[in-house]
């Protein structure tokens, strides 16, 4: 049976909007997330913009594992975060990667999507999509 013209167009731009926007960390879309990143946060807070720079941080420099996006005021305050960090407003991901730190420094400094980027001396990096700064 063929779908009725106006059905097939919602579909496909469903699946477009989907695909898109990052929406694939929406429960039942998983199957369209394919990049080499591993999530032990909240994924489905980060914007498309952050998730796109560290599907392209996988694609260059090899597996990446998120380990911090959404904090709430207290477990920012126990991890030393700033008052008005981006983390609580879901727009801050720190991740590790292997490689080297002043090439992936580099390459995030490169990305449009990035404003405020770091390396820390524990081995992970935060980037947020606030103004253009690190620290």
Same mark, same amino acid.
């Given at each position: 049976? $063929?779908?009725?013209?106006?059905?097939? $167009?919602?579909?496909?731009?469903?699946?477009?909007?989907?695909?898109?926007?990052?929406?694939?960390?929406?429960?039942?879309?998983?199957?369209? @997330?394919?990049?080499?990143?591993?999530?032990? @946060?909240?994924?489905?807070?980060?914007?498309?913009?952050?998730?796109?720079?560290?599907?392209?941080?996988? @694609?260059?420099?090899? +597996?990446?594992?998120?380990?911090?996006?959404?904090?709430?005021?207290?477990?920012?305050?126990?991890?030393?975060? $700033?008052?008005?960090?981006? +983390?609580?407003?879901?727009?801050?991901?720190?991740?590790?990667?292997?490689?080297?730190?002043?090439?992936?420094?580099?390459?995030?400094?490169?990305?449009?999507?990035?404003?405020?980027?770091? +390396?820390?001396?524990?081995?992970?990096? +935060?980037? @947020?999509?606030?103004?253009?700064?690190?620290?």
């Amino acid at each position: 049976m $063929a779908y009725p013209r106006r059905l097939r $167009a919602i579909i496909v731009s469903v699946f477009l909007v989907a695909t898109l926007t990052g929406c694939s960390s929406i429960p039942g879309f998983g199957w369209l @997330d394919r990049s080499n990143i591993t999530w032990e @946060d909240t994924k489905w807070c980060v914007p498309g913009s952050l998730k796109r720079v560290l599907t392209r941080v996988a @694609d260059r420099y090899g +597996h990446v594992t998120v380990t911090s996006t959404r904090r709430w005021w207290l477990e920012n305050w126990w991890k030393g975060g $700033a008052p008005h960090s981006l +983390h609580r407003s879901c727009r801050a991901v720190d991740f590790n990667v292997a490689g080297n730190p002043r090439s992936v420094v580099a390459f995030l400094r490169a990305q449009r999507e990035v404003g405020g980027y770091k +390396h820390y001396s524990g081995g992970h990096y +935060h980037i @947020d999509n606030g103004r253009r700064r690190t620290w």
